[in-house]
Structure formats: structure tokens, C-alpha cells
């Protein structure tokens, strides 16, 4: 059942993309999206449910809407704040390697977390292993494991919890 | 609309100079790195996007496009920073903590 749902979403996601590129809605243009995305998600669709994605559905989607609004702030803030440092004189930074820990089980869960972390201020991602990230800071505020884990990491985390459950 | 998409561009084209102004200023290849990925993801993502606001038949690829954008470039920086760590670049003088040494793969490094 999965299986198909999951067909479903890849080729209703492509045909959304085949679109959006051709913006328009002439039969032949249409028609040659059409056969493409079905035939990608004839071959990809195993795939994609083996590398770990979640098999999409309403709760996770609106869920993951509201995580790419808190990523949107964020990637504003880390934009104002490292343009603030680099325009101040005295090029007030910090930096430092920290580690922290993460509870997300699977790749992909893991790999958004560390793009994430990536886009947000002052941090980026240097290594992922295990459930533990390597991340530069670019002005380190603690240097205890758990602090760093609740200052970086868990503004995210408790959206990816629910959307990679 | 015209304007709004040229405001647009415009305030991308400020992020991505402070972003260059930045790898000047910062001391070490993580914090260029830092300064590499903030700025120029919303940067490219504003002028992107901007450009579709001026001309609304490309909006749609545009944005797109900037989505691509936003995805792969966290990728990039990171790689990088890994690739810099692995062989052996030092972090810069005023740096606090370095707490990687904790790792096997890190610590015969150095």
C-alpha cells in the first residue's frame, strides 16, 4: 500500500516540477510530462522508499511547510548576522568546533538536520557520525555537549521528529 | 512589479558583496566558509528570484531554480569544510574550543 502511495507522490512531485519548467498547459507539453514522470517514477520509486524517505501525507506535508517557514527565518537571520560581522571593525567572531549529539534515526532525517544547521546562523556542518554532528560555530557560546546540542540543534529537531517519524 | 523585482535583486546584490567583503575580513577557511554559504545562499536566492519578479513568464523557473539553490549549496560548504579538516587546516588563532579530536577518523590527523 505504501509502495503505491509512494509512486503516487514521486510522480505527482515530478509532474509539479515538469510545470513549473515549461509553464504551460498546451496538450503536447503536458502530454510529454506525463510520460516522463511515469516512467522516472516506475524506475525510482523503489528507490526512494529505500533510501528512507517518509512516504508523504497531509500531516507530514503541513508539518513541513511550517518547518521550511522556521528554516526561512533563520537563513534571514544567519544572513544579517555574519553580514554584521564581516561589515564590523574589530570582526567580532568566536570560532570553535563543537559536537553535538542528534536523536534522528536515518540518513536522509540526518542529512536535513545538517543542511539545516548549515543554513542557520553561525554554524555549519564539518561531519556527520553516527548520531553525533561536528559543527564549526562561528561564535561559540558553550562548550558542553548538551548545551550546544539545545542551542543548534533542537529548534529543528522537534519539527524533523514528526515529519521523518 | 518591475521595481519590486529590481528591490529584490538589489538587496540579493548587497548580500552577496558583504558575503565577499566577508571572506576578506575572516581569518581562517571555516569562518570564509561561514561567510561562503550565509551570503550567497540568500544573495543568489534574492537575485534569482528577482529576476522572475521583473519578468513574470520566467517566475515559475526561477523559483525553481532558487529552490536547487537553497538544496545543494549547505552540500558545497560542507565538503569543503570537511576537505579542509581532513587535510590537516588549522583553525585560526582566535579560536576556543576544538572539540573534533574526540573522533578516531579526526584525532591521528594534525
Not at chain 1, 553580514?83 to 574589530?90: I, K, L, N
Not at chain 1, 561536528?134 to 546540542?149: C, F
Not at chain 2, 522572475?52 to 552540500?75: D, E, S, V
Request: charged fraction near 15%; hydrophobic fraction near 50%; proline fraction near 4%.
Amino acid at each position: 500500500m505504501s509502495k503505491v502511495k509512494s509512486f503516487f507522490y514521486l510522480f505527482s512531485a515530478l509532474f509539479l516540477i515538469w510545470i513549473g519548467f515549461t509553464t504551460t498547459f498546451q496538450p503536447q507539453e503536458l502530454g510529454l510530462g506525463l510520460i516522463i514522470s511515469l516512467f522516472l517514477s516506475t524506475i525510482f520509486f523503489k528507490t526512494y522508499v529505500g533510501l528512507g524517505f517518509p512516504p508523504l501525507g497531509i500531516k507530514r506535508f503541513l508539518f513541513a511547510l511550517i518547518y521550511i517557514i522556521v528554516l526561512f527565518k533563520e537563513i534571514v537571520k544567519a544572513n544579517l548576522d555574519v553580514a554584521y560581522r564581516a561589515v564590523h571593525p574589530e570582526v567580532p567572531i568566536n570560532p570553535g568546533i563543537v559536537i553535538i549529539n542528534t536523536d534522528l534515526e536515518g540518513d536522509v532525517a540526518r542529512m536535513v538536520l545538517a543542511n539545516s544547521i548549515t543554513l542557520t546562523p553561525g554554524t555549519f556542518t564539518l561531519d556527520v557520525i553516527g548520531d553525533h554532528l561536528l559543527i564549526h560555530w562561528i561564535n561559540v557560546e558553550t562548550t558542553s555537549k548538551e548545551e550546544a546540542t539545545e542551542l543548534i540543534g533542537k529548534r529543528f529537531e522537534k519539527y524533523l521528529k514528526i515529519i521523518f517519524a | 512589479m518591475y521595481y519590486l523585482g529590481l528591490v529584490v535583486t538589489g538587496v540579493g546584490v548587497l548580500f552577496l558583496c558583504l558575503g565577499g567583503l566577508g571572506l576578506f575580513r575572516f581569518p581562517d577557511v571555516y569562518n570564509r566558509v561561514q561567510a561562503g554559504t550565509k551570503c550567497t545562499t540568500l544573495g543568489a536566492f534574492c537575485t534569482i528570484l528577482g529576476v522572475g519578479i521583473t519578468q513574470p513568464g520566467w517566475f515559475w523557473k526561477t523559483l525553481i531554480i532558487a529552490l536547487f539553490i537553497l538544496a545543494t549549496n549547505p552540500i558545497s560548504s560542507h565538503s569543503l569544510g570537511r576537505a579542509a579538516y581532513k587535510s590537516g587546516t588549522e583553525l585560526a588563532e582566535e579560536s576556543v574550543v576544538d572539540m573534533a579530536g574526540e573522533f578516531d577518523d579526526y584525532s591521528e590527523e594534525g
